[in-house]
């Protein structure tokens, strides 16, 4: 029986989080999660749904004041759509200032885990030293955002690839996607002289439905944004978007930079950016690589606020491979040379 595919609708953020307590450290899903591509992708759970839910189960078991700060999850055997997830979240340290929770998940019986994640909270904090790059994003990539609004912007795919942009333009058809409304910049002018390494991804995120007062659910809707069309962002940015065999994250991590002010979803009381809005505020990804090997693949993202906060990174080692076997065939080598003999030089750094 193929699998079902209820996940792929759009669902408020607060009940796609949403888990029943079997006991006092374990959790069981409830919403089911989107699947990129539905019926015509490959029938897997979106990795960013155990993410964030590995660490909202971490939540429920920290003292009041203890805000997530990092989390870093392995991906171990790809999530099924119509099985629900079990967190079993083990109690590492309560200090002072930290906390930290590892989280255990599994679904089918007998085949072990399929994700874990170490989630490290801490208390907030007020320091004179805060040092980061001054960036404006509009004034940075006017040439794609020029006087747009994320309202402007084309929602991302469900899959990120050449075929389904295609099958998407012909038809009109686009996976809903649950939790977030997320938006995709047409990043070609920017992008299409430049090498691999120097061109860059714009998503435009703010949750669907407005969220409660609870802080640590507005940095799990960050943590599920962050895995948004990581990987395939990655494979079209080296020309192999239409290439690649296989695909999977691995290992994922998101640390929080700033308090609470500049990470809240409320609603924009000043709009000084166009990333504010009396609806919900919006926060953009700005996501690049620079290395690819081995059949791996290093996604990066900076998470930047409307008012032109870094509040977030994210770091992921991920697979992407060209080849069939581990050897691969002279005509495999071949394709790739002649796509990489395309490329432009370097940027100046």
């Not at 870094?310 to 076997?325: E, F, L, P, Y």
Request: with cysteine; charged share 25%; proline share 6%.
């Amino acid at each position: 029986m193929p699998p079902s595919y209820e996940g792929n609708v759009y669902r408020p953020f607060d009940e796609l989080v949403k888990l029943e307590k079997l006991d006092e450290r374990t959790y069981r899903s409830v919403a089911q999660p989107f699947s990129p591509g539905g019926p015509v992708g490959q029938g897997r759970a979106y990795g960013g749904h155990v993410y964030m839910q590995s660490a909202w189960a971490a939540c429920q078991t920290v003292p009041d004041g203890f805000l997530l700060h990092n989390v870093t999850g392995n991906f171990l055997l790809a999530g099924i759509l119509d099985i629900p997830f079990m967190y079993k979240v083990h109690i590492i340290r309560d200090g002072r200032s930290y906390a930290t929770r590892i989280v255990n998940v599994t679904q089918a019986q007998g085949k072990g885990i399929c994700f874990t994640s170490i989630c490290s909270f801490k208390k907030a904090e007020d320091s004179p030293l805060d040092v980061q790059e001054d960036v404006n994003i509009w004034a940075k990539y006017k040439e794609v955002l020029g006087e747009k609004r994320p309202e402007d912007v084309e929602e991302c795919p469900g899959m990120d690839v050449p075929w389904y942009w295609k099958r998407r333009k012909e038809t009109g058809t686009n996976d809903s996607f649950p939790g977030l409304t997320a938006r995709k910049v047409d990043m070609q002018a920017f992008n299409e002289f430049r090498h691999p390494l120097d061109r860059r991804q714009l998503i435009l995120y703010r949750t669907i439905g407005t969220l409660p007062d609870d802080p640590n659910m507005h940095l799990c809707a960050h943590l599920y944004a962050s895995d948004r069309n990581s990987l395939y962002i990655v494979a079209n940015h080296v020309d192999v978007g239409d290439l690649w065999t296989q695909m999977g994250s691995l290992v994922h991590s998101v640390t929080f930079h700033s308090n609470m002010q500049d990470l809240w979803f409320r609603p924009s009381v000043n709009e000084t950016s166009p990333l504010d809005d009396s609806s919900g505020r919006w926060f953009c990804k700005e996501d690049w690589t620079d290395r690819v090997a081995n059949g791996r693949a290093l996604f990066h993202s900076k998470v930047w606020s409307p008012s032109g906060k870094h509040i977030a990174t994210v770091s992921q080692d991920g697979m992407i491979r060209v080849t069939k076997k581990a050897i691969a065939s002279p005509k495999e080598v071949e394709t790739m040379k002649g796509r990489e003999a395309k490329w432009a030089p370097r940027g100046k750094l």
